[in-house]
Nanobody
Framework: QVQLVESGGGLVQPGGSLRLSCAAS????????MGWYRQFPGKQRELVAV???????KYADSVKGRFTLSMDNAKHTVYLQMNSLKPEDTAVYYC?????????????WGQGTQVTVSS
């Protein structure tokens, strides 16, 4: 059994910063990919940023240069530093991990954390 614990969402003014954290715990053999997605009301969930097992990182075009994803491999934790936030970044942010436990591969989602950018 694997658990994802997210933290760091909240309300921030335009131009401000927030840092999201997501920690995976449990019987984890290895992590293939781990990152963040977001969902706007009435829309499908979309990629924000993801890091692979070899350390390559992919960002959505809309967040490049403003958001930075990093990972602490020993803690199975990813951090999303969000700077220069805009009202259009307002969404529910979900952590996702694609991992191996034993011999099987699993995909897990966090419960979601609200990020609101408003003055």
């Amino acid at each position: 059994q694997v658990q994802l614990v997210e933290s760091g969402g909240g309300l921030v003014q335009p131009g401000g910063s927030l840092r999201l954290s997501c920690a995976a715990s449990g019987s984890i053999s290895s992590i293939n990919n781990m990152g963040w997605y977001r969902q706007f009301p009435g829309k499908q969930r979309e990629l924000v940023a993801v890091i692979t097992s070899v350390g390559s990182i992919k960002y959505a075009d809309s967040v490049k240069g403003r958001f930075t994803l990093s990972m602490d491999n020993a803690k199975h934790t990813v951090y999303l530093q969000m700077n220069s936030l805009k009202p259009e970044d307002t969404a529910v942010y979900y952590c996702n991990v694609d991992l191996v436990a034993g011999k099987d591969e699993f995909d897990y989602w966090g419960q979601g954390t609200q990020v609101t950018v408003s003055s």
